[in-house]
């Protein structure tokens, strides 16, 4: 080892001993860094840092902050693009932006504090077996804070593998989770450098090789591609490209919806689509109107559908209820059939906590101040001459396991979504790479329409087959791929426990070969004689 080396690692670790809370916040960010669009896969190792100092804290307290700031720093990196959304009607809500992303980030990084704190607890197991732990307190946090908990599943760790179609297919065998525990385990195992700065063996194995393996894994599956259909239906997806300030001005209403329109009726460029999907909140009127209604039926061809998002405000009882709705309509302009959103977006779509919140001045972002009430559940949608579709609005993309209604019916998945909250920024991409993993963990197509981008055609593997990149006006005409065999974690879901196993099993090896070496270094001989 050369002297420089070893100068650089010294100073590492005396900053990591010196600054903890430092070295946590900046952890966190550097992992963040991982996440679409930047990809920088190096930066997982900001795990092995936050391991690290959890098992040096000394007291629960101490790892716990340490924890928080690292939460505090890869959310704030991952989500700043939350407070962008405020300023889509700055006089209202432009006060809140900042409150409400610290209350946001403040609260999600209760659940890396808490897992700092477990693996604080756990500090007696060896390094190998502590990042095998470790990497399970991280899944179990997702876990809970997606669907188990508080119901915000954005950006599960796995989603950095999106950055290639290859390294993206293991989702399809052990699921988002699975993917995300081993993800972390890998990344952990560097505490053995951090630790000690001779093993260096491990640490860069599961670093270089962890990224290979899925690459070339991936790769495989890919070569399997079955070939495309002769025959396939045509879709057309239309970007207007709206500002969300202008959605707020009823004035430009009228101007927006004639442009989807427009967009609708532009010549095809070989023959017409069966089907044309436009965004979430695309019709700003009520759709029930007979006058709506005939405008959507001449936007599009004698025998094809449209798809559409719309809010849908009625009374019940008396009482105001109001849905995100999914439409879809024939080429008579007849409501064959509405999907109401499910996983509602909290600040966005309803007030969480609203009798307190309420009190001191926050307000959701959308237009009025009535919650949406959520719909029942997932459903299938289907008419003749398209493939059976699973409806997602938006935010419901981010869901893993929850892309269909698990009937086995639909064909196809049709996301829709008003990305314009955002800007341009990571959240979009965020988003997009989100959606690409919910085509491959079912193995259905992907239809997605996004008010500024990315509006795309995903094929089942996850592969981009067409798309119109942020803040583009346009219009995708293809036809749409076939659904392929349901990959594994689709038939069986119980294969993200798969991963597990894995972790426990490589941690005891990794445990074996470290004592062994250990052992053989301290006395000079073979750890094993013959």
């Known amino acids: 080892m050369s002297e420089p080396s070893i100068l650089g690692e010294t100073r590492l670790r005396r900053f990591l001993a010196t600054r903890p809370l430092w070295s946590a916040l900046l952890a966190g960010l550097l992992v963040a860094a991982a996440l679409p669009p930047v990809f920088f896969l190096p930066g997982l190792v900001g795990f092995a840092v936050l391991l690290h100092l959890s098992r040096h804290a000394g007291e629960a307290r101490r790892a716990l902050l340490r924890g928080w700031l690292f939460g505090v720093g890869f959310f704030l990196a991952g989500l700043y693009w939350v407070g962008i959304a405020f300023f889509a009607d700055a006089e209202r809500f432009g006060v809140f932006a900042v409150p409400a992303v610290t209350l946001l980030v403040g609260v999600l990084a209760v659940g890396p504090a808490v897992i700092a704190l477990l693996s604080h607890w756990t500090r007696a197991v060896s390094p190998p077996l502590h990042a095998a732990l470790f990497a399970v307190f991280w899944a179990g946090g997702e876990l809970l804070r997606g669907d188990w908990g508080v119901r915000f599943p954005w950006n599960p760790i796995a989603v950095v593998w999106a950055a290639t179609d290859a390294t993206l297919q293991p989702v399809a065998w052990i699921g988002t989770t699975g993917l995300g525990l081993l993800t972390v385990f890998a990344a952990a195992l560097a505490v053995l450098w951090l630790e000690d700065g001779r093993r260096r063996r491990v640490p860069a194995l599961a670093l270089l090789g962890f990224p290979l393996l899925l690459l070339a894994a991936g790769s495989w599956r890919l070569a399997g591609d079955p070939p495309p259909a002769t025959e396939a239906e045509r879709v057309r997806i239309?970007?207007?490209?709206?500002?969300?300030?202008?959605?707020?001005?009823?004035?430009?209403?009228?101007?927006?919806?004639?442009?989807?329109?427009?967009?609708?009726?532009?010549?095809?460029?070989?023959?017409?689509?069966?089907?044309?999907?436009?965004?979430?909140?695309?019709?700003?009127?009520?759709?029930?109107?007979?006058?709506?209604?005939?405008?959507?039926?001449?936007?599009?061809?004698?025998?094809?559908?449209?798809?559409?998002?719309?809010?849908?405000?009625?009374?019940?009882?008396?009482?105001?209820d109001l849905t995100n709705s999914l439409y879809l309509v024939d080429s008579r302009g007849e409501i064959l059939d509405r999907y109401d959103k499910v996983d509602l977006v909290p600040f966005g779509e309803f007030l969480p906590f609203r009798k307190v919140l309420g009190r001191i001045g926050f307000k959701k972002l959308t237009k009025g101040t009535i919650d949406f009430r959520p719909g029942e559940g997932r459903r299938t949608l289907a008419a003749p001459g398209i493939p059976p579709f699973s409806p997602l609005i938006c935010y419901e993309a981010a869901f893993p396991g929850r892309a269909t209604d698990g009937s086995d019916h639909a064909r196809l998945l049709i996301n829709i979504t008003n990305d314009a909250w955002f800007g341009r920024s990571s959240g979009p991409y965020q988003h997009f790479a989100m959606a690409r993993m919910r085509a491959a963990e079912t193995g259905l197509p992907l239809v997605r329409a996004a008010n500024t981008g990315i509006s795309a055609v995903v094929d089942g593997f996850g592969r981009v087959r067409a798309a119109l990149p942020l803040m583009a006006t346009g219009v995708i005409d293809t036809t749409l791929p076939t659904a392929i065999a349901p990959p594994p974690i689709a038939r069986l879901p119980a294969l993200a426990w798969l991963s597990v196993v894995i972790v426990a099993l490589v941690g005891l090896l990794v445990d074996l070969f470290t004592r062994s070496a250990t052992t053989s270094s301290r006395t000079g001989q073979p750890a094993v004689r013959r």
Do not use: C, M
């Open 238 to 320: 239309v970007q207007a490209n709206i500002a969300q300030h202008h959605r707020w001005d009823p004035d430009k209403q009228l101007a927006w919806f004639r442009k989807h329109l427009e967009l609708s009726r532009a010549d095809w460029l070989e023959t017409p689509p069966d089907l044309v999907v436009w965004p979430e909140s695309a019709v700003p009127y009520a759709v029930e109107r007979e006058e709506v209604r005939q405008e959507l039926a001449a936007a599009i061809p004698e025998g094809a559908y449209l798809v559409f998002g719309a809010d849908r405000y009625t009374e019940i009882d008396g009482r105001p």
